[in-house]
């Protein structure tokens, strides 16, 4: 069975900081990785996905992931942080079968001034 | 890009009315899923649905049904709305095979309130 720990339910940031969101997976296959982010009363926008090819993923916004199979991670990060970076950010796995994608529960992200 | 609508986006309803959530695609995706969000809390599987006349129950036991007539259409109903029915559905769609990658793509939320 597969699963995805994300690693603290809230991450503060300074606007200008590096943002790091940790993403853990469990799967018994090689996955697909997602990173999905959602703002307030808005449904969930994809950011970016692994999908097997490059291990470094770039995706929209300036985020990009890195999946390291020996860690079975797959960490979000931005360089500089925005004020408009600040959302709910889902980790997401897939073992490439049938099964709907397991979601982490989550990382609210805030953007200090 | 998602292509995906539901309606309404926000509903109020007293305890014991029967609800219906809408959720349509444009894309003739096979896949659909519904999930229940309470607000900034993680999202909860309770139906999906991979073809017509398929539907499948999620990980969260739901008071809710849901039906596949059409690819296009997979409403969601609620027979007899409760306040703990409280919370924002999100509806999801997704491509069968191919580069699929199982990759969801997400309508904008109902949130509903009942009273």
């Known amino acids: 069975a597969q699963s995805v720990t994300q690693l603290g339910s809230h991450v503060s940031v300074s606007e200008g900081a590096l943002v790091l969101l940790r993403c853990n997976y469990s799967?018994?296959?090689?996955?697909?990785l997602f990173w999905y982010v959602q703002y307030p009363n808005q449904g969930l926008q994809l950011l970016l996905k692994?999908?097997?090819?490059?291990?470094l993923v770039k995706g929209i916004n300036g985020f990009e992931a890195e999946f390291k199979k020996s860690e079975t991670s797959f960490h979000l990060t931005k360089p500089s942080a925005h004020m408009s970076d600040a959302a709910e950010y889902f980790c997401a796995v897939s073992d490439k079968g049938n099964t709907p994608l397991v979601f982490g529960k989550g990382t609210r992200l805030s953007v200090i001034a | 890009e998602a292509d995906i609508y539901q309606t309404p986006r926000y509903l109020v309803i007293g305890t014991g009315k029967k609800i219906t959530l809408e959720c349509s695609q444009t894309?003739?995706?096979?896949?659909m899923y519904w999930y229940q969000q309470d607000p900034g809390m993680e999202l909860h599987l309770i139906h999906y649905?991979?073809?017509?006349?398929?539907?499948e129950k999620g990980d969260l036991s739901s008071e809710s049904t849901v039906s596949r007539i059409r690819t296009e259409h997979f409403p969601l109903t609620l027979e007899s709305a409760r306040p703990s029915h409280t919370s924002q559905y999100l509806c999801?769609?997704?491509?069968?095979?191919?580069?699929?990658?199982?990759?969801?793509?997400f309508g904008p939320g109902t949130r509903l309130t009942v009273l």
């Open positions: 999801a769609r997704a491509l069968t095979g191919g580069f699929s990658y199982n990759e969801q793509f």
């Open positions: 894309m003739g995706h096979d896949k």
């Open positions: 649905s991979y073809g017509v006349n398929s539907t």
């Open positions: 799967s018994s296959v090689p996955p697909y």
């Open positions: 692994y999908t097997s090819a490059a291990t």
